[in-house]
């Protein structure tokens, strides 16, 4: 069993930086699993912590290959994951699963759903499956997320799975954090299927037509040659790689190695042109801008002076009272006023 | 002549606002594009006169249908306007054609272009073409231009058209103050075309594949089915509006028509619905928080401890010396610390 609650009945001693820190670093599973737990801890007391643990493991991250995954709702995601990820723990790699999902908000996120839905690759010992942290804010949890994601390459996983149920905007949190990105879509074509969500066509390294098994087979190669097109015509989401379509099938095994000798092929072609050491920097600076952005933000509008204007001024700009400029102005007059 | 240089030899009496207020509802040209002038000044003693002018001439805006236009260079777009233009001051219209390019740096923007490019439809005593305002930073030429498009329509222009040259992302600041958006192909299909700039298939409510005349006719046919395959798979940028393909040719007229016909539907379908009315609420909303958003932001990163420290933060960043969140919370303290 590797899947570590943290609602376990075991009775806990504190740890220090230091036992998280040489836990982490070598591997132990229920150190890990802790330091998680810290880092997903919404108190103000764990976060300086759980920052010096992550900061201290952080030149013992970044070497396991880092994969997105996500499809709508119904495409198969945990099956491919449990046949995909027992072949990879099969061929000798270790792996980690995680999760991002802004509407998993029960204390300790689905984890019960996680085992319950991979029940063969959590039982696997070099497989690591870590439910999604809680939250309803999407940057926060894709944040915890990430950090995760440092702290199960510093614990050895050399292979990081990162799944998103596609909830909002929580493709783009996936996508700025992965090297590769792989969609699953359903088999068939034309008017059976929704429209992809925006720019998410644009994200893909890989798509794979899923469930081309039995008798959507023929449909599957159908989407395929479709799906092609699309994908031909929109930019690429990598330099230098062309995005590919293939089939593939969860419940069969059929097209699995394949997916991952295209994962291979790309950190092969990639990894000495230095497209994703390149990529990773551009994550690590876009995530600084991002929190400085989210923070600015939250600010602005919990300020009691904006608060207290805010629907006045949105009314005014609805009613034709005021120009954006001038609402703008008013707002941020309010902010610099009483700071 | 339906052009106004900013650099005109006449000599210039000063506008009170009371002035540029009544010239512009009175649908004075003259009055018009001095009006536009003034949004565009860069001086701080300009701005409030412009805003207030703005404010005033609020109430008599929004009357007009607004189109976006865009399409790769190459594709045709001036002959295209110049053609689609003409028939709309044809049929009784008074049409505003207005421009994004944040890289037209000269004073007085790209006027001699338009000018030169769009010859007919200048010479229009219905028609009125403003270059893009200077400036090399998006946001500011877009806004400009917005708040240009919202004068014309106090004029009394029932039709503008904004186009843009496509660089960077002015399509998305296009799409941010149209309701209604046009994207201009090349007629081929495959290899023969460049992959289309991220998300903006997902913006089309229109795409014509242009330049569809004599030898390229079949060309175009082709690229049309190819670009219906594209724009099925992917979702609408117009709620209950599903996103058309057609051919046009600039140079012949073919499919032009049409192409107004499709826009006229889409008022037809949409107005009643209250869609249009609820895009731009939505997209008054989104200027007042981008307008913050960016302030923000410019104060944040011009703050001389945030600079000073930026570069040293970011290098740590990329050693792996610090997480992203600690790089933030060390310029979140710099900018408090002194503020």
């Not at 070497?63 to 945990?78: D, E, F, L």
């Not at 949190?173 to 992809?196: H, I, K, T, W, Y």
């Not at 699309?230 to 069969?252: C, M």
Request: overall charge neutral.
């Amino acid at each position: 069993m590797s899947t570590l609650s943290t609602n376990t009945s075991t009775p806990r001693t504190t740890l220090t930086v230091d036992d998280y820190v040489n836990g982490v670093l070598a591997g132990n599973r229920t150190v890990l699993a802790r330091a998680i737990t810290l880092l997903e801890s919404s108190s103000s007391l764990h976060e300086p912590l759980a920052q010096e643990v992550l900061r201290r493991v952080l030149p013992e991250s970044g070497k396991a290959k880092r994969i997105g995954i996500t499809g709508v709702p119904g495409v198969g995601k945990s099956t491919f994951i449990e046949t995909f990820g027992t072949m990879l723990v099969g061929k000798g790699h270790k792996l980690a699963v995680l999760t991002i999902d802004p509407t998993s908000a029960r204390s300790g996120g689905s984890i019960l759903g996680d085992k319950t839905r991979m029940q063969k690759l959590s039982r696997e010992p070099n497989a690591f499956i870590r439910p999604s942290p809680a939250g309803h804010n999407l940057g926060g949890v894709a944040r915890k997320t990430r950090e995760a994601m440092l702290l199960c390459e510093a614990a050895g996983f050399d292979i990081v799975l990162v799944e998103t149920v596609g909830v909002g905007q929580s493709e783009t949190a996936l996508r700025s954090m992965v090297d590769f990105f792989l969609l699953l879509q359903l088999p068939g074509a034309g008017d059976e299927l929704q429209a992809m969500k925006k720019g998410i066509v644009e994200m893909v390294d890989l798509m794979l037509v899923n469930k081309a098994d039995g008798e959507n087979r023929s449909r599957a190669e159908l989407a395929r040659a479709e799906q092609e097109i699309v994908v031909h015509y929109l930019e690429s989401a990598t330099p230098e790689w062309k995005p590919q379509v293939a089939l593939s099938s969860g419940l069969t095994g059929d097209g699995i190695p394949q997916a991952w000798e295209v994962i291979e092929k790309f950190y092969r072609e990639l990894e000495p042109k230095g497209i994703i050491k390149r990529r990773r920097q551009q994550q690590s600076i876009d995530w600084l801008t991002d929190l400085i952005a989210d923070e600015l933000h939250r600010k602005f509008y919990q300020h009691p002076a904006v608060s207290a204007q805010l629907a006045s001024v949105k009314g005014a700009l609805l009613q034709g009272e005021l120009t954006p400029m001038q609402g703008a102005k008013k707002l941020l007059a309010a902010f610099s006023g009483e700071k």
